[in-house]
């Protein structure tokens, strides 16, 4: 009885072994089959892309495009603008203030033709708001800016603020024209590349909220005009 046990579980074992091995050759089988099944169908991840990397859209989707972006920039440019322009005691004449939103269109429209052109080619529209924080920061030293009386103010008032704007003009001109200098030559020897080993997201993140925080008493000020007008702009 005993042996007749142990061939029983003998025999057992063995066809319990050739299962496994079995098992294994078509798991091995399976594999192979779904690898193969891979190769033949590649997975095609730019399905939702519609203009690669290296795809150049017809001239008039280009057009459609471009327009598009301008419409998206559009409320940005303008408001620097306007933000300088108060800022460089400006506000008092709508002219003035209309040439200057002029001169900044004018102004973006040609870096962005350079930079698309002859520079890094980037479909981006150069904005007007590089040197934001060192604008106000140089304007803020210049003090308050002279009293104008709205609709009723006195030629020496006039004469006044004229005088004000035009040399806030004169030296931010030229802090700008230094400012671009020393940045075209750091861009010409390589210096940017060395400095972003330093400068990471730790760095930009409390500049670009520091510049945040400064302009949060003008946007208050700007929106009192009309709240729905600021809280549909803010939706957008």
Not at 109 to 132: E, K, M, N, P, Y
Not at 162 to 187: K, N, P
Request: with cysteine; net charge negative; aromatic share 8%.
């Amino acid at each position: 009885m005993a042996q007749e046990t142990d061939i029983f579980l003998q025999q057992r074992h063995v066809m319990s072994n050739d299962t496994q091995e079995h098992a294994g050759e078509d798991g091995e089988r399976n594999e192979e089959s779904c690898k193969d099944e891979g190769k033949g169908a590649p997975v095609n991840y730019t399905r939702q892309v519609v203009y690669g990397l290296e795809d150049v859209p017809p001239w008039y989707a280009s057009i459609a495009f471009g327009f598009q972006q301008f419409l998206a920039s559009f409320g940005g440019i303008v408001s620097v603008q306007i933000i300088v322009g108060i800022k460089m005691c400006m506000s008092f004449d709508t002219v003035l203030m209309g040439r200057l939103i002029s001169t900044g269109f004018l102004i973006c429209g040609i870096a962005t033709f350079l930079q698309s052109t002859f520079g890094c080619r980037l479909a981006i529209i150069q904005g007007s708001g590089a040197f934001f924080v060192a604008v106000f920061a140089i304007l803020d030293l210049k003090g308050s800016c002279p009293v104008v009386t709205p609709g009723n103010a006195t030629q020496d008032e006039l004469d006044i603020a004229d005088v004000e704007w035009r040399g806030r003009v004169l030296e931010l001109s030229g802090a700008l024209l230094l400012a671009s200098f020393i940045q075209v030559v750091l861009g010409s020897v390589g210096c940017i590349g060395l400095l972003l080993r330093y400068i990471g997201p730790m760095t930009i993140a409390p500049a670009v909220a520091l510049a945040g925080l400064k302009l949060v008493t003008i946007a208050v000020v700007l929106s009192g005009d009309h709240w729905g007008i600021a809280a549909m702009y803010v939706s957008m």
